[in-house]
């Protein structure tokens, strides 16, 4: 009897010197502390306070004047009226098999609004478990959202019938593209294709999206209801963005490359290009992902370095097109870049490309002395060292020579100018033209290097200034095709992206050239004019009819021969294709 009535009271004092709970901890401890006048080192240690917290807790409690220290305030509402409301409810719904959306749905009909995090407490207070999977007969029949359609050449629809699209223009660009040949190319390479989405098709899905201005990749879907886009291309609806995204993944580098070497050739056949002068620049376009492999390169649209990926342009000077580029850059073989580029031309022409112009930047001057022995003509400018800036401004006034620039409509057409042969560039090894022009509008005289000795000077600047049109072409890239566009909800392969630009601002120089008096525009104007123009799609037994709407540009449409004439699109066999207008 002795033997329980101790352990009771062990198991009774327990509950005061073992405190479970941290107010009835604190209360112990200051009860302690001032009744039984323990140190409070002493008390802190067993009651596993700090010295420091323990000191502060006293201190507080001294301060409170109302003795309402142990008294708990927790935030927020002590009851939840709207969840015990309809706990009645919740759990008989559960007990005829319900689940949590279920138990929602039918509440929100009866006119009771309660969440599913709600109903899953109330659930979880009264002990339900999770209801197990069930298969889709057992489910209470609630109507449901429909499934996607997915994208199948197989299923594209050729029945007489009448679709309305946005971009009804679209098809002008693709009797160029046909016309070109150009979207046999990754089928002949053997790129990647299915049953459903063949080479071609996938290929074309990809380069919609440039031929639109599309600035993210992730924006295909806001083209799903348009029944005439994706009608254009020969399927029954466009691929989905994840599939953009793999199928940008399969396009390698040496696939990039491979595809240019075609396209170069194709571009030659056709005479869409001659390659007589060819201009060459790069252009940082900013990353702002996270990849730690992105290296930093000068991004002059913004005045400052950050991640960017470097891409090399090639331009045809006469038809303004891009013939070569290549984004798999690293830091230290951009100076090397122009000789890799003159072998892809030697393989692809059997001859080196015939006159190159770049700026001060592209490559060295030991690079200069290679491409010189390879008897390639070459205009550049050279750098403004300090002795350079030196000996111009030594030049006596009497030795600077003026002209008149040629066909040229400029407030600085009588530049001043030196042309002298020089020895002083030492990589270089041999004696070079050098050209210094000043009163050109610009603060500092350009100096301008070549291995041209027979072109006059006049012709020379004139020249070295339309390398600009390089610079205008990627400004339009940039602008238009959005290559700058780089970190998207879809993740396409830079070099893939820059192929695909390329091909797409050739198709609109193309188209340019045939419409009267927009020969020189760029492709967004071009877009903007022509292709964004809505109207209807015809389908017929024999043709395919497209309408475009009225605009006030549709007579140079007319006199530009592409109205009316009936041609073949590869992808959508069976049936021509005539372009009206109503």
């Given at each position: 009897?002795?033997?329980?009535?101790?352990?009771?009271?062990?198991k009774?004092?327990?509950?005061?010197?073992?405190?479970?709970?941290?107010?009835?901890?604190?209360?112990?401890?200051?009860?302690?502390?001032?009744?039984?006048?323990q140190p409070?080192?002493?008390?802190?240690?067993?009651?596993?306070?700090?010295?420091?917290?323990?000191?502060?807790?006293?201190?507080?409690?001294?301060?409170?004047?109302?003795?309402?220290?142990?008294?708990?305030?927790?935030?927020?509402?002590?009851?939840?009226?709207?969840r015990?409301?309809?706990?009645?409810?919740?759990?008989?719904?559960?007990?005829?098999?319900?689940?949590?959306?279920?138990?929602?749905?039918?509440?929100?009909?009866?006119?009771?609004?309660?969440?599913?995090?709600?109903?899953?407490?109330?659930?979880?207070?009264?002990?339900?478990?999770?209801?197990?999977?069930?298969?889709?007969?057992?489910r209470?029949?609630?109507?449901?959202?429909?499934?996607?359609?997915?994208?199948?050449?197989?299923?594209?629809?050729?029945?007489?019938?009448?679709?309305?699209?946005?971009?009804?223009g679209?098809?002008?660009?693709?009797?160029?593209?046909?016309?070109?040949?150009?979207?046999?190319?990754?089928?002949?390479?053997?790129?990647?294709?299915?049953?459903?989405?063949?080479?071609?098709?996938?290929?074309?899905?990809?380069?919609?999206?440039?031929?639109?201005?599309?600035?993210?990749?992730?924006?295909?879907?806001?083209?799903?209801?348009?029944?005439?886009?994706?009608?254009?291309?020969?399927?029954?609806?466009?691929?989905?963005?994840?599939?953009?995204?793999?199928?940008?993944?399969?396009?390698?580098?040496?696939?990039?490359?491979?595809?240019?070497q075609?396209?170069?050739?194709?571009?030659?056949?056709?005479?869409?290009?001659e390659?007589?002068?060819?201009?060459?620049?790069?252009?940082?376009?900013?990353?702002?992902?996270?990849?730690?492999?992105?290296?930093?390169?000068?991004?002059?649209?913004r005045?400052?370095?950050?991640?960017?990926?470097?891409?090399?342009?090639?331009?045809?000077?006469?038809?303004?097109?891009?013939?070569?580029?290549?984004?798999?850059?690293?830091?230290?073989?951009?100076?090397?870049?122009?000789?890799?580029?003159?072998?892809?031309?030697?393989?692809?022409?059997?001859?080196?490309?015939?006159?190159?112009?770049?700026?001060?930047?592209?490559?060295?001057?030991?690079?200069?002395?290679?491409?010189?022995?390879?008897d390639?003509?070459?205009?550049?400018?050279?750098?403004?060292?300090?002795?350079?800036?030196?000996?111009?401004?030594?030049?006596a006034?009497?030795?600077?020579?003026?002209?008149?620039?040629?066909?040229?409509?400029?407030?600085?057409?009588?530049?001043?100018?030196?042309?002298?042969?020089?020895?002083?560039?030492?990589?270089?090894?041999?004696?070079?033209?050098?050209?210094?022009?000043?009163?050109?509008?610009?603060?500092?005289?350009?100096?301008?290097i070549?291995?041209?000795?027979?072109?006059?000077?006049?012709?020379?600047?004139?020249?070295?200034?339309?390398?600009?049109?390089?610079?205008?072409?990627?400004?339009?890239?940039?602008?238009f095709?959005h290559?700058?566009?780089?970190?998207?909800?879809?993740?396409?392969?830079?070099?893939?992206?820059?192929?695909?630009?390329?091909?797409?601002q050739?198709?609109?120089?193309?188209?340019?050239?045939?419409?009267?008096?927009?020969?020189?525009?760029?492709?967004?104007?071009?877009?903007?004019?022509?292709?964004?123009?809505?109207?209807?799609?015809?389908?017929?037994?024999?043709?395919?009819?497209?309408?475009?709407?009225?605009?006030?540009?549709?007579?140079?449409?007319?006199?530009?021969?592409?109205?009316?004439?009936?041609?073949?699109?590869?992808?959508?066999?069976?049936?021509?294709?005539?372009?009206?207008?109503?």
């Amino acid at each position: 009897m002795a033997d329980s009535v101790s352990k009771l009271l062990t198991k009774e004092s327990k509950f005061f010197l073992e405190p479970k709970t941290t107010m009835q901890r604190k209360y112990e401890a200051l009860r302690t502390y001032f009744v039984d006048q323990q140190p409070s080192k002493e008390v802190a240690k067993k009651f596993g306070y700090t010295d420091g917290a323990f000191r502060i807790m006293c201190h507080a409690f001294r301060k409170d004047s109302n003795k309402k220290f142990f008294l708990e305030n927790r935030p927020g509402p002590k009851f939840a009226p709207k969840r015990d409301e309809a706990r009645a409810r919740v759990i008989a719904l559960r007990k005829q098999n319900y689940s949590t959306e279920d138990i929602s749905r039918l509440l929100r009909d009866e006119g009771v609004s309660i969440s599913t995090v709600s109903i899953w407490a109330i659930l979880n207070e009264e002990g339900f478990e999770k209801l197990p999977r069930r298969h889709d007969d057992v489910r209470p029949k609630w109507p449901r959202s429909e499934q996607a359609a997915y994208a199948d050449v197989r299923q594209l629809s050729l029945i007489p019938r009448v679709m309305d699209t946005r971009i009804a223009g679209i098809f002008l660009i693709f009797k160029i593209l046909s016309d070109t040949k150009i979207c046999k190319i990754p089928r002949e390479l053997g790129w990647y294709g299915s049953k459903m989405i063949p080479a071609e098709n996938a290929f074309l899905s990809c380069l919609l999206l440039k031929l639109i201005g599309k600035r993210r990749k992730s924006h295909i879907m806001d083209l799903q209801c348009d029944e005439g886009v994706p009608f254009s291309i020969g399927i029954n609806e466009l691929p989905k963005r994840t599939y953009i995204a793999e199928y940008s993944e399969r396009m390698t580098h040496q696939k990039n490359l491979q595809f240019m070497q075609r396209w170069l050739k194709d571009l030659r056949n056709t005479k869409m290009i001659e390659g007589k002068s060819l201009n060459l620049d790069f252009q940082s376009l900013p990353y702002f992902g996270e990849e730690d492999v992105v290296e930093k390169h000068y991004v002059s649209m913004r005045s400052r370095r950050q991640k960017a990926i470097l891409v090399f342009f090639v331009q045809d000077v006469e038809s303004k097109i891009f013939c070569y580029s290549n984004a798999d850059i690293r830091k230290g073989e951009e100076s090397d870049e122009i000789l890799k580029f003159i072998t892809f031309w030697k393989k692809q022409t059997g001859n080196c490309p015939p006159h190159l112009v770049f700026d001060s930047k592209l490559t060295t001057y030991s690079n200069l002395k290679k491409i010189a022995r390879m008897d390639i003509t070459f205009v550049t400018i050279q750098r403004r060292s300090p002795s350079l800036v030196k000996d111009i401004a030594n030049i006596a006034p009497s030795a600077w020579r003026e002209i008149t620039l040629k066909k040229v409509e400029r407030k600085f057409r009588n530049p001043k100018v030196i042309d002298r042969m020089i020895t002083s560039i030492k990589d270089y090894g041999k004696p070079i033209r050098q050209v210094i022009v000043k009163d050109l509008g610009h603060e500092q005289p350009t100096v301008i290097i070549t291995n041209d000795k027979k072109i006059s000077v006049s012709d020379l600047i004139t020249r070295y200034a339309l390398r600009m049109l390089i610079e205008n072409s990627i400004s339009n890239g940039v602008r238009f095709f959005h290559t700058t566009a780089l970190s998207s909800a879809v993740a396409i392969r830079v070099d893939f992206d820059v192929v695909l630009t390329l091909v797409g601002q050739a198709l609109y120089r193309n188209l340019a050239g045939k419409l009267r008096g927009y020969e020189q525009c760029g492709a967004d104007t071009i877009f903007r004019k022509f292709i964004d123009t809505p109207g209807q799609i015809h389908v017929g037994t024999e043709e395919i009819e497209v309408r475009l709407n009225k605009r006030a540009t549709n007579p140079i449409l007319l006199q530009s021969g592409l109205l009316n004439v009936p041609f073949n699109l590869p992808w959508i066999p069976g049936k021509q294709i005539r372009i009206t207008v109503r």
